[in-house]
């Protein structure tokens, strides 16, 4: 069993930063693909970043390339996620979650465990 918290979210203007944390516990953080993945209201949840078990790999959907960028701390089983110029629509509830498998799939079916998720809400 895997439990995640998140932290970090809050209230921005459009431009601004935020730097999201997701604190795992257990000892087997490392054996997990972590990813972010956020809900806005009405919509569902999609993918937005992923890292591979050691860090060494990333992924992200198109709208987070390039603004966002994922990384892992395993002796601290923290993953992050710094966002950077921040845009109205990047509105939404933010979850880490980990993956059991050795692919770093984007579907959410492929992740076991989730956060409560941390709210990022973002004023033009």
């Known amino acids: 069993q895997l439990q995640l918290v998140e932290s970090g979210g809050g209230l921005v203007q459009a431009g601004g930063s935020l730097r999201l944390s997701c604190v795992a516990s257990?000892?087997?953080?490392?054996?997990?693909?972590m990813g972010w993945f956020r809900q806005a209201l009405g919509k569902e949840r999609d993918f937005v970043a992923g890292i591979t078990r050691n860090g060494g790999n990333t992924r992200y959907s198109d709208s987070a390339k390039g603004r966002f960028t994922i990384s892992r701390d395993n002796a601290e089983n923290t993953v992050y996620l710094q966002m950077n110029d921040l845009k109205p629509e990047d509105t939404a509830v933010y979850y880490c979650?980990?993956?059991?498998?050795?692919?770093?799939?984007?579907?959410?079916?492929?992740?076991?465990?989730w956060g409560q998720g941390t709210q990022v809400t973002v004023s033009s």
């Open positions: 257990g000892r087997t953080f490392g054996s997990y693909i």
């Open positions: 979650a980990a993956n059991p498998g050795t692919v770093l799939w984007v579907g959410r079916g492929n992740y076991d465990y």
